[in-house]
């Protein structure tokens, strides 16, 4: 199974299948990506995009709005592939680098 993944309009989308599905101005939940527990992420730019297993990922740019920490995250979830099509994360959900879960 094989899908588009790219970064789009210098970084403002992450870009499945054509689709901008994610990026800038949105406001994500985080994990170990400041020194909060549950920071507030304000998403900036997209730098890269990826694939583990099912799970589409993205590295940002973005500015924590608890501990105001500008940083480059590692890999966070995005979304999925379910049977072929794309499930973004639910909007409340909280994203950490696969390497503390
Ligand atoms: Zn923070």
């Not at 170990?32 to 527990?37: E, I, L, N, Y």
């Given at each position: 199974m094989s899908h588009s993944l790219r970064t789009l309009d210098d970084g403002a989308w992450v870009s499945v299948d054509d689709r901008r599905e994610a990026g800038a101005s949105e406001l994500w939940r985080v994990r170990?990506?400041?020194?909060?527990?549950v920071g507030d992420l304000l998403v900036e730019g997209v730098v890269d995009v990826g694939v583990d297993g099912r799970a589409v990922t993205a590295r940002v740019a973005g500015r924590c709005l608890t501990c105001d920490r500008e940083t480059v995250t590692g890999h966070l979830p995005v979304g999925r592939v379910v049977e072929g099509s794309y499930r973004p994360l639910a909007t409340g959900a909280v994203r950490a680098p696969p390497n503390v879960e």
């Open positions: 170990s990506v400041c020194d909060c527990v």
